[in-house]
Every structure is written in structure tokens, then in C-alpha cells.
């Protein structure tokens, strides 16, 4: 079973940039594909960003594809997730996770919790104007 930690969640403003990281602990790290969510106040966790394991891959959230971008350094268990030009939108709880598979067909069948097995704890996430 992985275990990952969350960090880099603060409060910013608008327009403002934030990278969150999340290091994971297990030895199966460097062959899964890896993802954030998140959950706003009073929603449902949503989907964020997957990256497949050799980092070659990616998939992101309408809602956040041109200011987001996740990455992975398998060297030393890490992935990040780079936020760019902030919105109040964002505000939410992110959280890191792991899965065992990556689809080619996010497009038609985006990600789902239900996809991934392992989770950290969440990094509050406030953007403020």
C-alpha cells in the first residue's frame, strides 16, 4: 500500500501561482499513473490532472487545462502540480493519488476516485481576491 503526503497548499490571490507537491512512499511509485483532485467547499471531489507512469502522458479538467500542469520525478517518488493564473474557482482541499492504470479514453471517460486506490490527506488550496 502507498502512502502519500500532500504539500505546498496556502492561501494566494488571484492570478498568483502555486506548485503543490506530493511525495509517495512505496516501491510501485515509478510504474503508476498519479493524479490530483480536489474538493471545493461543499462539492464533490472532482478531478484534476493524471500523469502516466513514465511521465509522457497527461490528462487534465477542462476547467483547469492551460494553467495547470502536472509532472513526476520517479527519481525520487515526487509529482507535482503547477498552478498558474489562479482563480477564485480553485479554492478547494487538493488531493494526491494513486491508480493502477491509464486510459486512452479520458476524453469520452474522464478519471473517478473510484479509479484510484491510494490517497494523501489534502492541501487546502484558498484564492482570494
Known amino acids: 500500500q502507498m502512502q502519500l503526503k500532500e504539500s505546498g497548499g496556502r492561501s494566494v490571490q488571484s492570478g498568483d501561482s502555486l506548485r503543490l507537491s506530493c511525495v509517495v512512499s512505496g516501491p510501485a511509485f515509478g510504474n503508476s499513473p498519479m493524479a490530483w483532485f480536489r474538493q471545493p467547499p461543499g462539492k464533490e471531489r472532482e478531478f484534476v490532472a493524471i500523469?502516466?507512469?513514465?511521465?509522457?502522458?497527461?490528462f487534465y479538467a477542462d476547467s483547469v487545462k492551460g494553467r495547470f500542469a502536472i509532472s513526476r520525478d520517479n527519481a525520487i517518488n515526487t509529482f507535482y502540480l503547477q498552478m498558474n493564473s489562479l482563480k477564485l474557482e480553485d479554492t478547494a482541499v487538493y488531493y494526491c493519488?494513486?491508480?493502477?492504470?491509464?486510459?486512452?479514453?479520458?476524453?469520452?471517460?474522464?478519471?473517478?476516485?473510484?479509479?484510484?486506490?491510494?490517497w494523501g490527506q489534502g492541501t487546502q488550496v484558498t484564492v482570494s481576491s
Open positions: 500523469i502516466a507512469y513514465h511521465g509522457g502522458s497527461t
Open positions: 493519488a494513486a491508480g493502477r492504470w491509464y486510459h486512452s479514453d479520458y476524453d469520452t471517460n474522464p478519471p473517478t476516485v473510484r479509479d484510484f486506490h491510494s
